[in-house]
DNA sequence: GGTTTAATGTTGACATTGTCAACATAAAAT
DNA sequence: ATTTTATGTTGACAATGTCAACATTAAACC
């Protein structure tokens, strides 16, 4: 409808809507500027229709996360799958999907993230979903290692340090903390690959 | 006051009671979960004192935010200057407090780096203490590569480097993104140690 | 020491927000 | 066609952020 306003009573997808309109609000603003009846006023139901598909405001916003995580995922594996054989590329390539999803959804990703969303208290799916970057980095890790690129370490501690590497690059590009390292999103590429390159060749002489 | 009543009309030091009240709230909760009234009752003021130091709720959170890169670059210094000779032990120290931060401080990190505060939009002294880390970490490898510890690369660039190494572990375990991995305060500082030593020696073989 | 000024705290009010209960509509099941 | 269930609306209430006007007192000045 031209003025937003449903002609119908039911929705039909309200519950997908509120998640997909909240994730174009973080777009613009942090999640502590989102208010519910903002969300419900976009999509042209009352004020109080989300309390019909999620329990609290807090329920809605880790929906929105999840999503978040399914994106993340979904761009990471397209990532990957460039590159099946190339331990070394699908690292690169990891680590590109992961800081461009710092640059298109800095809001969201530090929604999902720590902030009032926990993994100390959540869904079976939810908990799953927000470690999947977590098992992508291991299971390159592993074929580094069985196909002699990788020094056969630990995968698992590693996998722990490629994403602390990776994640602390999007967390600290997302919060402006670069800001004047980075000047093009050619830059943040370069600095994405001379990230995974230093911890590939080590800073020692 | 035994019931937190103030006898005198003037606080005296509100301002800076606000900060500390509001950094003590964040051990306990998020950002989002603390309203400006709580803090002026935790204190024993009326809910619009805060409003002669703040012009708002977003400024005082950004103070509290800057005390907290305060107790970040104190708590790095120290800890660097155990080995005023060592750039390698420098670096294991820094990721120690830096992690140790974490830890203590999960809530306040989260407010620090993204979410409402943006280093986009900050005053001058606050954008310059957001960047100490950076510029602590940028002195260690620069005394590393003039020592012939380090490789002769960019400090600039390898600062960033190590700063996205620790900062993402520091993210990771506040998040409680590695609750699976980290068992004991003594894991936390294997992972930290090990995080750093990968970066140093590298993962190829 | 008294007066004036400025800093700072309080009171009351208002708009916005999250959430609830009761009611309304219609889709689905029988 | 009727009943049940899902889902949306209305109205209300408590909590919150913020503002203006007023109150208190500390500091500055003479």
Chains 1, 2 share one sequence.
Not at 46 to 70: D, M, N
Not at 99 to 127: I, N, Q, W
């Amino acid at each position: 409808m031209a003025s937003g306003k449903r002609k119908n009573y039911h929705h039909g997808d309200l519950k997908n809507s509120l998640v997909e309109a909240g994730l174009e609000l973080l777009r613009h603003q942090d999640a502590s500027g989102i208010s519910l009846r903002a969300v419900a006023k976009e999509i042209g139901v009352s004020h109080t229709a989300p309390y019909r598909h999620f329990k609290s405001k807090h329920s809605l916003l880790a929906a929105i996360s999840q999503r978040g995580f399914e994106i993340l995922t979904e761009n990471t594996r397209q990532a990957v799958d460039k590159e099946p054989n190339d331990a070394r590329q699908q690292l690169m390539l990891s680590g590109q999907a992961y800081v461009d999803m710092a640059v298109e959804h800095p809001k969201l990703l530090h929604l999902m993230f720590g902030g009032a969303l926990s993994l100390r208290d959540c869904s079976t799916e939810y908990c799953q979903i927000a470690q999947n970057s977590f098992l992508s980095l291991t299971h390159i890790l592993e074929n580094g290692v069985s196909t002699g690129v990788f020094k056969d370490k630990s995968s698992t501690e590693m996998s722990v340090v490629v994403w602390s590497l990776l994640h602390g690059l999007a967390m600290l590009i997302s919060a402006g903390q670069l800001d004047n390292e980075i000047t093009s999103q050619k830059r943040i590429r370069e600095l994405s690959g001379l990230a995974v390159d230093t911890l590939l060749n080590g800073l020692l002489k």
